[in-house]
């Protein structure tokens, strides 16, 4: 079973507009939320994280929005710009050890 | 890419062969990990270690076996290949506490 489900699997934007990528999550022990980003070829990076105890986190460009009660999180990307179009990944953990992910959104920006 | 070397980078293997890829980290993290990466299922956790010879099994560890002899090396050992481990391999590193997850590049496994 998936633990954290991720939607959409695939996203197309145009160069400026706010793509959002989407997660639900079942365990309530989950404390700590990141998103990652992934180009071709490489392994993820970590890209912003997010505690329960926060509603909303911002680094630059990115913005994670998280509702506890309804155990959702998901990822904004402000003004995004065609080196934006990667894959995202959104996961979930206790204390940081044996993250679980999502299924993964390609995102691709055009220009 | 936070100090972790993945090798092979690529492997082509026969089904029933065994396969063992290496993950050598130069951060001197107590944590790591490896996961699989298939299209549709995102990053699974196959198996992870907290400290030399300290291992666990993760979600999808059937197949599989590991082992940490020294901090800076994490070995993934198949012992006989099937075509459904084809994929991509990914090992990563943790710190102490909350540390982040760090992930290296990858290694592309195809079984034939």
């Known amino acids: 079973q998936q633990q954290v489900k991720q939607s959409p699997q695939s996203l197309i934007v145009q160069k400026g507009g706010i793509p959002i990528i989407n997660c639900a999550y079942e365990n309530t022990a989950f404390d700590y939320f990141p998103w990652y980003q992934q180009f071709p070829g490489k392994g993820p990076a970590l890209l912003i994280a997010?505690?329960?105890?926060?509603s909303e986190k911002k680094e630059g460009r990115f913005t994670i929005s998280f509702n506890k009660s309804a155990k959702q999180f998901s990822l904004h990307i402000m003004d995004s710009q065609p080196g934006d179009s990667a894959t995202y990944f959104c996961?979930?953990?206790?204390?940081?050890?044996?993250?679980?992910f999502g299924a993964g959104t390609i995102l691709r920006v055009k220009s | 890419d936070a100090g972790i070397t993945q090798s092979p980078r690529h492997k082509v293997t026969e089904t029933g062969t065994p396969v063992t890829l290496r993950c050598h980290q130069t951060?001197?993290?107590?944590?790591m990990y490896w996961y699989r990466q298939d299209p549709g299922h995102g990053l699974r956790l196959i198996h992870y270690s907290y400290g030399v010879k300290d291992t666990d099994k993760g979600e999808v560890s059937d197949g599989y076996s590991v082992s940490r002899s020294k901090t800076e090396d994490f070995l993934l050992t198949l012992e006989s290949a099937t075509s459904s481990q084809t994929s991509v391999y990914f090992c990563?590193?943790?710190?102490?506490?909350?540390?982040?997850?760090?992930f290296g590049n990858g290694t592309r496994l195809t079984v034939t």
């Open positions: 990563a590193i943790r710190g102490q506490g909350n540390s982040p997850l760090h």
């Open positions: 996961a979930a953990s206790e204390n940081g050890n044996k993250l679980v």
């Open positions: 951060e001197n993290h107590r944590y």
């Open positions: 997010i505690r329960p105890d926060v």
